[in-house]
């Protein structure tokens, strides 16, 4: 492939090698966010702390959303549960309610999953919640309204993998044993029905927050024809941010990189790339349970303490965290999401400003803590430290001044060009972030 780049006023010709990049159009590898994108992009870390919702059909049979390919489900009996699905509870207020109670800025909902069932009013298809559901509302459009009065960004998360669309052919590494037909048209599956879906979720739905792509990982060879689905997310909205969950270094047209249970840089999960970009904002979302949609039998609940510290470790990592609940099938979310959802809200509303609007700061994280940073003022997140002292590396900057965050108690800072080393209060019970505020000279 030859492409043509503008570098310092001339033309210069590139032979691009073939392989990796031979999937890049010229028109992506152009892509120049718009003003506004770059403002969303800002905004989105500021944020910082999102609030993710797996909700389908799976979610009736209490076994997670891949309950499908897991149980190898035909695809004619999982055609059954649309005629179950009756959230008479779902409360699209409570919902927000409950996300901004967290201090959560935004919200990511499943709008599909990858049974490919859409919970929104698609014209491309049946294959959705109101034209296949006893229910027959719209819930993302409710939703959307109600995010919208209360000031809360919505974000679409949305799988291009689709295991019940006939044309997601040829398949890819999952759901081989769910009667799957055997022919189907590729170019006519992305470029009218997903893109046409797309569409929709940014036409019908007011301004959108972005869209969370899922599942390319199931076809990592494919062309997706990623070019025109980014362009056309960016044409109908250049705010709406692109978020794809491929595990892969980012690709031109998108706007943040997301790392699935994992902190960015590590790969515990064992499906994460180690790369992280400086170039793009960063997400690292995660479980409240073990589960991402209702599992019945999952009690491994985290308890705010430790989800205060995956967000704490998070932003230290310059990352936000987009923390997973998956309501019931009848729209209720558990009281063993909310309540722990409701003290990290209350602990947020004390400890926020070293969260909120903050980047990663100066001081590489470790296993004792983070740092985060707001101008002249860097938080120092303690977590894991028993001894009185702490040292840390040098500074670039001189410290004016430090404090508790907590209660304003001045702190004693010792600086030399060996580093930094100051005491730490002891820990109070149920609480491992002790926060001491450096303001820089
Ligand atoms: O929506 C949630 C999950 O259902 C979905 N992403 C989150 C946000 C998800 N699906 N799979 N995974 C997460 C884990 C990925 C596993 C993989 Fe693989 C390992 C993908 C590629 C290698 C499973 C095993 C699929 C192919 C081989």
């Known amino acids: ?117 859409a919970m929104f009013d698609s014209k491309l298809s049946d294959w959705n919640i109101v034209a296949r559901t006893p229910y027959k509302k719209d819930p993302l459009k409710m939703l959307a309204d109600e995010a919208h009065r209360q000031g809360i960004k919505l974000f679409f998360y949305y799988s291009q993998l689709d295991w019940h669309n006939p044309d997601y052919y040829p398949r890819g590494r999952t759901a081989w044993d769910n009667g799957r037909p055997d022919k189907g048209d590729w170019n006519a599956y992305i470029d009218t029905y997903m893109n046409g879906q797309l569409r929709e979720l940014l036409t019908n739905y007011g301004p959108i927050g972005g869209i969370w792509f899922d599942g390319m990982w199931d076809k990592p060879d494919a062309d997706w024809h990623l070019a025109k689905t980014y362009a056309l997310i960016h044409q109908l909205q250049p705010t709406a941010l692109i978020i794809p969950n491929h595990h892969q270094a980012p690709k031109p047209g998108e706007d943040v990189q997301t790392f699935e249970r994992d902190l960015p840089g590590r790969n515990t999960a064992g499906f994460n790339t ?28 985290k308890s705010a303490e430790e989800i205060e510290e995956m967000l704490v470790r998070a932003a230290g990592n310059n990352s936000n965290l987009l923390l997973n609940i998956g309501p019931l099938p009848n729209g209720e979310i558990q009281e063993e999401f909310a309540t722990r959802l409701r003290v990290v809200g209350e602990w947020l509303s004390k400890y926020g400003l070293s969260i909120y609007g903050t980047r990663g700061g100066p001081i590489a994280p470790g296993d004792w803590g983070v740092t985060t940073q707001k101008g002249d003022t860097v938080y120092v997140h303690v977590l894991n430290w028993k001894a009185p002292l702490l040292a840390l590396p040098p500074l670039t900057r001189q410290v004016a001044s430090a404090q508790e965050l907590i209660n304003g108690t001045k702190v004693q800072v010792a600086q030399s060009e060996h580093g930094v080393v100051f005491p730490v209060p002891a820990p109070e019970k149920g609480q491992s972030d002790r926060v001491i505020v450096l303001t820089l000279k």
């Open 1 to 117: 492939m030859i492409r043509a780049r503008i570098c310092f006023g001339k033309v210069v010709l590139t032979v691009a090698a073939v392989g990796i990049f031979s999937s890049i159009s010229p028109a992506q590898d152009t892509y120049k966010p718009a003003p506004e994108n770059l403002k969303a992009r800002q905004e989105f870390q500021d944020d910082k702390f999102g609030m993710f919702i797996h909700w389908g059909v799976y979610s009736i049979l209490g076994d997670g959303e891949w309950v499908l390919h897991n149980r190898k489900l035909q695809l004619h009996d999982y055609e059954r549960l649309p005629g179950f699905f009756d959230p008479e509870k779902f409360d699209a207020k409570a919902w927000v309610a409950l996300a901004k109670a967290a201090g959560m800025k935004y919200i990511t909902i499943t709008s599909r999953h990858h049974d490919g069932f």
């Open 274 to 301: 180690t790369f992280v970009t400086d170039q793009l904002p960063l997400e690292s979302c995660n479980t409240l349970n073990g589960s991402w949609g209702f599992d019945i039998g999952d009690d491994k609940y």
